[in-house]
């Protein structure tokens, strides 16, 4: 048996028998706060520009000449001007939505006053509005002879001359550039920071697992860390947890065991579900995105989440109330994911709607970013299963009539010997990780160098430095952000010695 | 009036009214030394191999997928091998046939031994046999959805993967791979180290006017630079160049005009001649060429050459034998470069071949090759002129129907403010400049950091420094060798004592 994350599987693919769902799941990015947002102050946060991108930098096929309108947006708010050189700070947008990233990296926002910076958060090519030929996403996400374009590499170009343009139309040649970025856009800032120097002086990637190609991290790196949040909590959780799936496996086994299985995690009836795989899949979600967003404050992602919602999941699970039902204790721990507000009367297994438009990480995962993550060894609170490469190159031909690029990403962007390779090369780094999320494993842990640093925090979880400060932030994720602002404050007193030492 | 420099424009295109010679003379750039090579010791020199390249690293649609076989020499007769983690040096070839490059680099022949280098030269693609869409050149230049994908980004991944995939099959992991280049092959060697220090611990940049794009660079420091060097042999030599051209012009004018021009040029009879222009192109390609490959010892470019050819010229103007008979002179000073082995006729302006296979430069020069670097100020020994970008843009649309993306360079690489930018950023690069050269100019001429280096030679010539040594080479150009062997050195040592201390 083999544990299968539906995150957000398209909902073209729902019909078909091959599930995209084995796909390294999508990176559960920035958290919304509702409390914080409305419409009217939504405007006044930000305008919205579009720029027109061109579609293959890489190439001069007239093809490449296409365009497609590019959105970003941009907040003047605390700006200090392009006569005062103020700096810019850009986000490099992932995998959707950029309004949904925008209204949720409230780190950017907290600081802007401080250093006096312009904000501008650029869409990622093919998500939200940001969609070539025609912006016409039937067309764009009809096959891979349109999908193709959607790479890293021609989203971090697109960053590169959209920012140089920017800077042009605003006279503000020397404004510094710092980019901020979150998981994959983690990356992308470490990334566009390494190949794009002269266009951003430094780089905050937070949470950005640049290490997990190849075999540069161990495949068990991921469900390892979900199975120590647990296990952290209590022995009893991580047991109970981990036991459950062969007691599922044999309900659903048992005629009217899948009617069972149905009652006891109060599946809709109109919920279609074969197998134990589909109550798998839905508790397997819920423990593995609690995990990733373990923020030690109430918030909400995906879902609405209490603080440390990980130990809240184990308590449940640990209730003596429940006696010896493990039914119950796993689907009291499955409500503090799906039912934190108490709304829900029943779960719809088949439910793949996509609020933040993720859909294209399938792509994606299919082309560039093949991370061999999904491994769980002896000691993984899930079953058992080894990263399969084979099955996902399949997976892709099935889906898109698309061959993985395996070695693409080291190859163009390193990884094998970091710390070596970049000990000398490159500056203005800061890799933030926190040791909560699953995603840690793959990330850059320890100094490079004098600049290109490690922020580690033990108890962190998925990017929790980028997010809005609240009263409730404990003392090590404030110190966290104070460190950060440090680093980036260094920066711009360097750049701007720099400067005035080249124009004297 | 303004000087068209005639480098082996194509030979489809000569039949057209207008001619590609305006745009940006391809670099010449190494020197066959015919006394050393024969078809007998060329394969014991290197093998020839080939790599099966991917056409388009940046996208993932079907067409990208393609492949074509790329041309790699490599030669393992000084190397130490994969289990001594000895060194790879690797030229990045440039616009033209690998042999000829690799023939004609002896730095890394003579090197070879001291390092126990292994020695690969890589051939750029749509050059020489690597050749897209099956090695058909009749295709693959046939317009631009086929050579769309020569481009320079797609060059240094090329370059990139075939490395890594070479060191995979030699289980040469950890042995350092040191990257050469010279002109536009030493542009991307720079790059390469820039953009790809995972593969590369660093470049020897020799002659690569990397500053020549946008308005970094003067336009008028191309033909300074070649004036220069014709005034600094004696400013009659200046005098009379500067004051030929109108001459010629007024020459042609008249009735019998050409004629007159034939005679005194030599020009052989059957060849096309309707204006001045043919002639001024004839003597100008002659001047400039000179100047580019104004080497201190006798060497074989694209003609035979003395010492010092520019003295020589100098000396023909200068002879008090021709009185003032200007065409005499002239005449006498091209021949040093068209005629040192005395076995030329006549003279044939219509020659468009092409020996080396560097036509596909006008498609580089026409989508992101763009260099402004004809401009003529009052100073220079050529009529005035300005450069031209709306020109060039009309020129590539008639050939090409191409637009060319003049600050693309800048935006991929980089150039603005380059020793701010590169001063904590980046390592382990040579700029080996010649002061005699041209290009020079659009060089990086003094140190940015600690290991970004300039090293600039006030007699040297274009990437003089790559050529063999000979035993009449000066002490200047054995010194700028002696400080290269020692930089790379250096940059061995360091990669050997990380590697060391890591595997601890």
Chains 1, 2 share one sequence.
């Not at 001007?81 to 700070?89: H, S």
């Not at 842990?445 to 400060?469: E, M, Q, Y």
């Amino acid at each position: 048996m083999a544990i299968k994350l539906v995150f957000f599987t398209l909902h073209l693919l729902i019909c078909c028998a091959v599930s995209l769902s084995k796909i390294t799941p999508r990176f559960p990015s920035f958290i919304i706060q509702p409390e914080w947002l409305s419409v009217s102050t939504k405007s006044e946060l930000y305008e919205t520009k579009y720029y027109t991108q061109i579609l293959d930098h890489f190439t001069y096929t007239p093809q490449s000449y296409q365009t497609f309108q590019q959105r970003y947006l941009i907040s003047y708010k605390y700006w200090g001007g392009a006569t005062e050189n103020a700096p810019i700070f850009v986000y490099t947008g992932n995998e959707g939505d950029i309004e949904w990233f925008t209204q949720n990296t409230g780190f950017m926002f907290d600081t802007a006053p401080h250093f006096k910076a312009l904000l501008v958060f650029i869409e990622h090519r093919f998500y939200g509005e940001s969609i070539p030929f025609g912006g016409n996403k039937d067309v764009a996400y009809a096959n891979a002879s349109t999908l193709g374009y959607l790479s890293s590499t021609q989203t971090l170009a697109d960053y590169a001359t959209l920012i140089i343009d920017l800077k042009k139309n605003l006279t503000a040649f020397d404004s510094p550039v710092v980019v901020f970025g979150g998981s994959y856009g983690g990356m992308l800032a470490a990334w566009f920071r390494l190949k794009y120097p002269h266009v951003a002086i430094g780089a905050l990637a937070s949470s950005a697992p640049i290490l997990y190609f190849e075999n540069i991290t161990s495949q068990y790196s991921f469900f390892n860390t979900v199975t120590n949040d647990f296990r952290s909590e209590s022995e009893n959780c991580y047991k109970v947890i981990k036991g459950s799936w062969q007691q599922i496996e044999n309900t659903a086994k048992q005629s009217g065991g899948l009617e069972i299985l149905r009652k006891s995690f109060r599946i809709c009836k109109n919920s279609y579900m074969s197998a134990a795989d589909a109550v798998e899949s839905w508790l397997s979600t819920a423990f593995v995105y609690t995990a990733m967003t373990d923020y030690p404050t109430q918030s909400n992602f995906l879902n609405p989440l209490p603080a440390y919602p990980v130990k809240q999941m184990c308590k449940a699970i640990d209730n003596p109330k429940a006696g010896n039902n493990t039914f119950e204790k796993l689907y009291n721990a499955a409500t503090v994911y799906y039912n934190f507000t108490g709304n829900v009367a029943c779960y719809d297994l088949n439910d793949n709607s996509d609020p933040h438009g993720l859909g294209e990480w399938s792509w994606q995962a299919c082309t560039e970013m093949i991370m061999p993550m999904d491994g769980n060894n002896a000691e993984s609170i899930f079953p058992h299963s080894e990263w399969n490469y084979t099955e996902r190159a399949q997976i892709c031909e099935h889906f898109f009539k698309v061959q993985p690029r395996p070695n693409w990403i080291t190859s163009e962007f390193g990884g094998h010997n970091i710390y070596r390779v970049l000990k000398r090369f490159g500056s203005n780094i800061i890799f933030f990780n926190g040791l909560r999320d699953p995603w840690s494993g793959g990330g850059v842990l320890k100094d490079i160098s004098k600049s290109v640093v490690a922020i580690v925090a033990k108890d962190g979880a998925h990017h929790v430095d980028l997010r809005f400060s609240t009263d409730e932030d404990p003392e090590w994720l404030k110190d966290v952000r104070r460190r950060e602002i440090k680093i980036i404050k260094s920066w711009l007193s360097q750049y701007y010695r720099s400067l005035f030492e080249t124009s004297q």
